[in-house]
């Protein structure tokens, strides 16, 4: 990831905020409230910084794109209305194109999001709209603008978040005469990947958003949370304790269960609920948890969950898995074979899955040999080459 971090810091350097245009809309979900307009990019710019972070991707890049600052509103997980933020890339000059929505992976600051520093946490996006997509970055509940605790891995918050910022981009476009072409391209990675599914069976079953979902593809996503879950509690060696911390503390809020001191070790217990505010790093936050999951979790909990005698708990991981229903547009799951994070066993229950609800067209794109974040990068460039052969 060192080469994607040199590039991403020096686009970076590339884009200052020139100004802002406040824009009231009615309080409904997918309102858009705000929009600021942070500068151009051209396209020249995008394959000399690739080369100089060493990255060599196969781009078709034609557009100068317009970089922008969204502010919208969605449903929180109370079904209260809220305002969220996110990222608007527009290729200038463009014959009507189709729209993208891009997720990202799991953050734990806030402000490493597209709305507050596009050409980072963004670039997927950008390099799509110099390709000839309208495309739009959602922050997610408890990033970017919001402040209220993320709702990790929760299904209904993570699709409507998506959702309605497809809905403000459309009438971002309406009202800035940018034309769309009807046609709708879904992609993320890691979290991500997870979002994107989400939001796939939200419009498969019967959420509007406007158009005609093309094509989706997820980068090393979790879909069996369950079959995730299993895995990581059987190893107590494993050493993903940022994602286990986080994906429990967040449970517990949404279903307020009140059982922190039951599920995790002490001092582990009355720790976790200060660590993800949007404040601290990924590593600040590891520093200060036990290395592996066996010296973080409460092994009487582990226990009775692996012997199935924690419903309630097992109950809200496979009511937010994404095993459920049937894929209709186009899928394309793209997973590294030695990936342990999101482990690639995963991915093969949902194509099987998927496959045997009767799906047409959902593949597994098996990254030989690499682990989760290599896995993502590698899958960027035959996305983007599948999209442009539905595009």
């Known amino acids: 990831m060192t080469r994607w971090l040199r590039l991403l810091l020096c686009l970076a350097l590339l884009l200052p905020l020139v100004g ?24 020249a710019t995008i394959p000399q910084l690739l080369a100089i972070a060493g990255v060599q991707l196969d781009l078709e890049l034609k557009f100068a794109v317009g970089v922008y600052r969204i502010h919208y509103t969605t449903r929180d997980i109370d079904g209260d209305t809220i305002e969220v933020s996110g990222a608007m890339f527009v290729p200038i000059g463009a014959p009507a194109a189709p729209f993208a929505c891009t997720q990202h992976g799991t953050q734990t600051l806030r402000h490493n999001v597209a ?13 799509m709209a110099a390709e000839g997509y309208v495309a ?17 891995l929760h299904a209904g918050t993570s699709a409507g978040t998506v959702l309605d910022a ?5 009438r971002f476009c309406k009202r800035n005469d940018v034309e769309l072409d009807g046609r709708l391209f879904l992609v993320g990675y890691s979290q991500g990947g997870y979002v994107t599914l989400a939001a796939q069976r939200a419009i498969e079953e019967g959420a509007s958003v406007g158009l005609d979902l093309t094509a989706v593809a997820s980068l090393s996503g979790a879909y069996d949370l369950v079959g995730i879950v299993d895995i990581m509690l059987a190893n107590p060696n494993d050493d993903d304790v940022v994602l286990a911390a986080y994906f429990i503390t967040a449970y517990n809020d949404i279903y307020g269960w009140g059982r922190l001191s039951e599920i995790f070790r002490s001092p582990y217990d009355a720790l976790v609920t200060g660590l993800f505010d949007g404040t601290r790093s990924f590593a600040d936050i590891r520093a200060v948890l036990a290395p592996t999951v066996g010296g973080l979790l409460d092994p009487s909990f582990v226990g009775r969950y692996l012997r199935g005698e924690e419903p309630e708990v097992r109950g809200a991981i496979a009511e937010n898995a ?9 899928l394309r799951l793209f997973h590294g074979s030695a990936d342990t994070t999101v482990p690639y066993i995963n ?8 496959n045997q609800r009767g799906a047409a067209d959902v593949r597994l794109i098996t990254l030989n040999g690499l682990g989760h974040e290599p896995g993502i990068e590698a899958a960027i460039e035959p996305t983007l080459a599948w999209f442009r052969s539905m595009k």
């Open 136 to 152: 739009c970055s959602p922050d997610y509940i408890g990033y970017g603008s919001s402040t209220e605790p993320h709702p990790y």
């Open 347 to 354: 991915a093969v229950t949902a194509l099987d899955t998927f």
């Open 322 to 330: 994404l095993l459920d229903w049937t894929p209709r547009a186009p």
């Open 20 to 43: 802002c245009d406040d824009d009231d809309d009615s309080p409904s979900s997918g309102a858009l409230v705000k929009v600021e307009y942070l500068g151009d990019v051209s396209p």
């Open 166 to 170: 497809i809905r403000a981009g459309k």
């Open 115 to 127: 709305s507050t520093t596009p050409l980072i946490y963004g670039a997927d996006a950008l390099m």
